[in-house]
């Protein structure tokens, strides 16, 4: 394929990667009123529900990745994305229509499965990148999830404040016109030279976990990875229960709000980490973050005054820097021979702190909230966040610098 003609294939595939994260972020601002409305219980209970639908998602994901990966060596990159864009186009609409939140549950867990195209998307970036271009093509991918992230909780938001069901037929609409873009311009890349036999050992996602333990180094690391990524998901876990419970926002504030957190995510680490970095270094980057989540973490939690709290929401994201250090300090750690199995033991840390926390936060928010709680205090889920970051600090100082004795 020359350089010309590959335009209009990649310009699908990083659709299709936009979409798979608005879907995620799309349904934020709506949930509550979406779940309310079908199941006829109040936020506290909602939140409950939530929690349960965002954690089937995860773990469909976490599942299928590799599965869909493997499968489209075996079938080709072509048919997994355009079945998989057809199938979240069907799933939106029964999301739309859903009576009974078991309909609204088995639609989250097909649409964990239609998500997990990344590794598709990925294989067909390589596919037709030479090699001088491959990094930059797979940059394109996270700005394509970054992207995603931030438009889907602006128009679940914006739609939203029309019904809690329009989003999910504007998603539905935006996949199907997809469907039919790629169906136009994407071409097969898997050659019988390239195509392989599918095999299951191959598609298992727990493969990396067996290798963390030859990883000695890092296992305090490991920790801190892992109970920094379930704090830090508590935003998309019950960010929409807490403010419309406390402040009574609409689905369109909610959805202004996740955007403004996630547009200073990007800023900063795509751009403020640098800076950082530089000034701080790596470790005290690590210090800096933890201590700026601590106290942000109490500040949202104890906080009841609305439009400070809004404001505040972009300003969070300043804490948004101990994930790249963490991982800069743990690439340091390893040998060049491990950076392969890092990085996935990486990917399964941080997929088991998604599907965890939603159902852990949600949990303790419904303790905390609605006529049944004993105290109401629904800024708990934040307060435990906030004790994440002490305990994150012990990891960091248990840890054995590189080159230090075992």
């Known amino acids: 394929m020359t350089e010309s003609s590959n335009r209009l294939p990649i310009t699908f595939v990083l659709i299709t990667l936009v979409l798979d994260a608005i879907g995620i972020g799309l349904i934020l601002p709506v949930m509550p009123d979406l779940i309310r409305d079908i199941e006829g219980v109040d936020v506290s209970q909602a939140a409950v529900w ?27 990159r072509r048919p997994v994305l355009l079945i998989s864009l057809a199938t979240m186009a069907l799933d939106y609409v029964v999301m739309a229509l859903a009576g009974s939140i078991w309909l609204l549950l088995a639609a989250r867990i097909v649409g964990g499965v239609t998500a997990s195209t990344q590794a598709t998307a990925s294989a067909f970036l390589a596919d037709i990148s030479p090699p001088e271009k491959k990094a930059a093509r797979f940059g394109m991918v996270g700005a394509s999830f970054g992207i995603g992230f931030v438009i889907g909780p602006l128009i679940g938001g914006f739609l939203g404040e029309l019904g809690p069901r329009a989003p ?23 050659t019988d030279r390239i195509r392989r036999p599918f095999q299951w050992r191959r598609a298992n996602p727990l493969g990396a976990f067996r290798e963390m333990g030859r990883l000695p180094g890092v296992r305090p690391l490991f920790l801190l990875f892992f109970l920094y990524e379930f704090a830090m998901f508590i935003y998309p876990a019950i960010w ?58 109490l500040a949202i939690g104890f906080i009841d005054n609305s439009m400070a709290i809004l404001l505040l929401t972009p300003m969070i994201a300043l804490g948004a820097v101990v994930t790249p250090a963490v991982l800069g300090i743990m690439s340091k750690a390893a040998g060049d021979d491990q950076q392969g199995e890092l990085q996935g033991a990486i990917s399964s840390t941080r997929s088991v702190a998604m599907i965890l926390s939603p159902l ?22 934040f307060a435990l966040a906030a004790a994440m970051m002490i ?16």
Do not use: H, K
């Open 50 to 76: 939530g929690g349960i639908l965002m954690t089937s998602f995860a773990v469909m994901q976490f599942l299928c990745g590799p599965l869909i990966g493997n499968l489209s060596d075996r079938f080709g």
């Open 240 to 297: 929409a229960y807490f403010t419309q419970y406390r402040f009574g926002w609409s689905a369109g504030t909610i959805g202004i709000s996740l955007a403004m957190f996630g547009i200073g995510v990007a800023a900063v680490q795509g751009g403020l980490i640098r800076v950082i970095l530089r000034v701080l270094g790596e470790r005290n980057t690590v210090w800096y973050g933890l201590i700026y989540n601590f106290f942000a973490f």
């Open 391 to 406: 305990v994150c600090g012990f990891a960091f100082v248990a840890r054995r610098p590189a080159g230090a004795p075992a």
């Open 360 to 381: 852990v936060m949600t949990q303790i928010f419904a303790w905390f909230s609605g006529a049944g709680a004993a105290v109401d205090m629904p800024g708990a889920p």
């Open 168 to 190: 999910f037929w504007a998603a539905a609409a935006l996949a199907t016109a997809n469907l039919v873009f790629g169906w136009l311009v994407l071409p097969e890349t898997v």
